[in-house]
């Protein structure tokens, strides 16, 4: 059967070349909101709207989701914007001092 192109064909007898390119896609990142006891919910709706390009409609229903069930992914990025986006979250909420919490992990 005659060689395809990169099978090493016609190359040293038992040197197989490698000439394909491997693709690495690079990692995606979940970003979470946390819930608490203490941030205002229309704080966490603002959040969403602001960071997360959320309707009125979507941040409202996603904080509920938080609210009764811990936690909940606003979005999937990659390590460089989900990083952004959890720095943007924690500075907008200590500096108006409330304790909401939003972190990242890898997909
Ligand atoms: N549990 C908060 C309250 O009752 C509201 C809240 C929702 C806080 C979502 C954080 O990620 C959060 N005020």
């Given at each position: 059967m005659a060689g395809r192109?990169?099978?090493?064909?016609?190359?040293?007898?038992g040197l197989r070349l490698e000439t394909r390119?491997?693709?690495q896609?690079?990692?995606?990142?979940?970003v979470l909101i946390l819930n608490d006891d203490y941030t205002p919910m229309e704080f966490v709706v603002h959040?969403?709207?602001?960071f997360?390009?959320?309707s009125h409609a979507q941040a409202f229903?996603?904080?509920l989701t938080v609210h009764k069930s811990g936690l909940a992914v606003v979005g999937?990025?990659?390590?460089?914007?989900?990083?952004?986006?959890v720095a943007q979250?924690?500075?907008?909420?200590?500096?108006?001092?409330?304790?909401?919490?939003?972190?990242?992990e890898k997909e």
């Open positions: 192109p990169g099978d090493g064909a016609g190359a040293t007898p390119t491997r693709v896609r690079p990692p995606l990142y979940k959040v969403l709207e602001r997360f390009g959320m229903e996603l904080m999937v990025f990659s390590r460089e914007i989900a990083e952004t986006k979250v924690m500075d907008f909420a200590q500096r108006h001092q409330h304790p909401l919490q939003c972190t990242m």
